[in-house]
């Protein structure tokens, strides 16, 4: 029998990019929409790192099963890491990606673009009923655009901008994202732990 796993967000865009890179491994993955008892968790916390870890904690052991939870953000450093793990509420308690996007550039006005700098951060963490876990974490550096450029991705997507490619996460497919996102590089750590993780249990 596929052990079951639930993802910890309620987030399509997120859901849709995790479901597409772990949907080789044996697991059967549901959505939180799709668990019964799932409580709403309160993200208080003043790290990605408890932020992930509560969440898969409490939808865990609400559900009785193994929930993946992830934590990422936006830090800038001209913005002394801001917007942080605060980074899905940037612009207020009812923030869009529009409104967030709009909040950075206003915010980095007469930044110029060589001190733009910025790194996109992700913790995921997989707790199981039990009590067991793991984690696994990576970045993706890059640089605030002048402007948004792109309508891929979410977020920040669209004026996080990647100087290697000459382009923002949001002009990238799917794949090539995969390939480069900071999600993606800690969900691919996590593919090769995860077996070993699941053997134990």
């Known amino acids: 029998m596929k052990r079951k796993l639930i993802l910890a967000t309620r987030n399509k865009g997120k859901l849709k990019e995790i479901q597409v890179l772990l949907s080789d491994l044996d697991i059967d993955i549901m959505s939180l929409d799709e668990a019964e008892n799932a409580p709403h968790?309160?993200?208080?916390?003043?790290?990605?790192?408890?932020?992930?870890?509560?969440?898969?904690?409490?939808?865990?052991?609400?559900?009785?099963?193994?929930?993946?939870?992830?934590?990422?953000?936006?830090?800038?450093?001209?913005?002394?890491?801001?917007?942080?793990?605060?980074?899905?509420?940037?612009?207020?308690?009812?923030?869009?990606?529009?409104?967030?996007?709009?909040?950075?550039?206003?915010?980095?006005?007469?930044?110029?673009?060589?001190k733009?700098?910025?790194?996109?951060?992700?913790?995921?963490?997989?707790?199981?009923?039990?009590?067991?876990?793991?984690?696994?974490?990576?970045?993706?550096?890059?640089?605030?655009?002048?402007?948004?450029?792109?309508d891929q991705g979410f977020g920040y997507d669209p004026v996080f901008y990647i100087p290697s490619i000459k382009r923002t996460m949001a002009q990238l497919s799917p794949e090539e994202k995969n390939s480069l996102s900071h999600r993606g590089k800690a969900l691919e750590k996590l593919k090769a732990e995860l077996p070993n993780f699941l053997a134990q249990l």
Not at 60 to 74: F, N, P, Q, R, W
């Open 41 to 114: 968790v309160v993200e208080d916390g003043k790290t990605f790192m408890e932020n992930a870890f509560k969440k898969a904690k409490v939808i865990a052991e609400a559900t009785g099963i193994m929930a993946l939870a992830d934590d990422s953000g936006l830090e800038v450093d001209a913005l002394d890491g801001a917007p942080g793990v605060h980074s899905a509420r940037y612009s207020g308690e009812n923030a869009s990606d529009a409104s967030n996007n709009e909040k950075l550039l206003a915010d980095l006005k007469g930044v110029s673009s060589g």
């Open 116 to 150: 733009r700098g910025a790194h996109f951060s992700c913790v995921i963490i997989v707790y199981h009923p039990s009590g067991q876990w793991i984690s696994t974490e990576a970045i993706c550096e890059g640089e605030i655009a002048m402007n948004p450029s792109g």
